[in-house]
T-cell receptor, first 118, second 114 residues
Framework: GAVVSQHPSRVICKSGTSVKIECRSLDFQATTMFWYRQFPKQSLMLMATSNEGSKATYEQGVEKDKFLINHASLTLSTLTVTSAHPEDSSFYIC??????????????FGPGTRLTVT | QKEVEQNSGPLSVPEGAIASLNCTYSDRGSQSFFWYRQYSGKSPELIMFIYSNGDKEDGRFTAQLNKASQYVSLLIRDSQPSDSATYLCAVSWGFSGGYNKLIFGAGTRLAVHP
């Protein structure tokens, strides 16, 4: 099956620093990847849609200058949390679609990155 | 504003029983419906998806869709303690091209006790 990896799995950083999270599709090409955020005991909230070779599309209320997304290749998207603050502490999850499979609408999720800002 | 509603639970069922999880959605244009299972601290994993009205069965799982009532459910037969998790309902629209945004419900926590 399609595998999506994320790195790092867990990161602790000081307030004011920036953190980069990588999302990779390991065995398929993903022209579109999605970034979600999940706070404790809450559901996944879509932050943005990352499109290879173009600018990301951000959901309402998500600051694009704070959450920088780069989709530089068909297998890699990165999310950079700039000037992180404790309220950015959350579980960040990416997903990807394998558009090479006709009729496949499943999103494959990465294992998630636990960000803690102190 | 597209919304997906689920009862947060917990839903407690004895081992071997049928667990019934329900989800309603607000957008009549929704076309794709997904059930994900999420264990604590882990990312979601897809259980089933359904597009057409009626039932769809896969092993111990049955998804039911009623577009007229804007209602989708998941039945888990012969529930096992390993089924204890949070079940997320997700709704999407559009079938082809571009991308399909998923809107998730808050999830229902299922507890299967021996």
């Amino acid at each position: 099956g399609a595998v999506v990896s994320q790195h790092p799995s867990r990161v602790i950083c000081k307030s004011g620093t920036s953190v980069k999270i990588e999302c990779r599709s390991l065995d398929f090409q993903a022209t579109t990847m999605f970034w979600y955020r999940q706070f404790p005991k809450q559901s996944l909230m879509l932050m943005a849609t990352s499109n290879e070779g173009s600018k990301a599309t951000y959901e309402q209320g998500v600051e694009k200058d704070k959450f920088l997304i780069n989709h530089a290749s068909l297998t890699l998207s990165t999310l950079t949390v700039t000037s992180a603050h404790p309220e950015d502490s959350s579980f960040y999850i990416c997903s990807a679609r394998d558009l090479g499979l006709a009729g496949n609408y499943e999103q494959y999720f990465g294992p998630g990155t636990r960000l803690t800002v102190t | 504003q597209k919304e997906v509603e689920q009862n947060s639970g917990p839903l407690s069922v004895p081992e071997g029983a049928i667990a019934s999880l329900n989800c309603t959605y607000s957008d009549r244009g929704s076309q794709s419906f997904f059930w994900y299972r999420q264990y604590s601290g882990k990312s979601p994993e897809l259980i089933m998806f359904i597009y057409s009205n009626g039932d769809k069965e896969d092993g111990r799982f049955t998804a039911q869709l009623n577009k007229a009532s804007q209602y989708v459910s998941l039945l888990i037969r012969d529930s096992q303690p390993s089924d204890s998790a949070t079940y997320l309902c997700a709704v999407s629209w559009g079938f082809s091209g571009g991308y399909n945004k998923l809107i998730f419900g808050a999830g229902t926590r299922l507890a299967v006790h021996p």
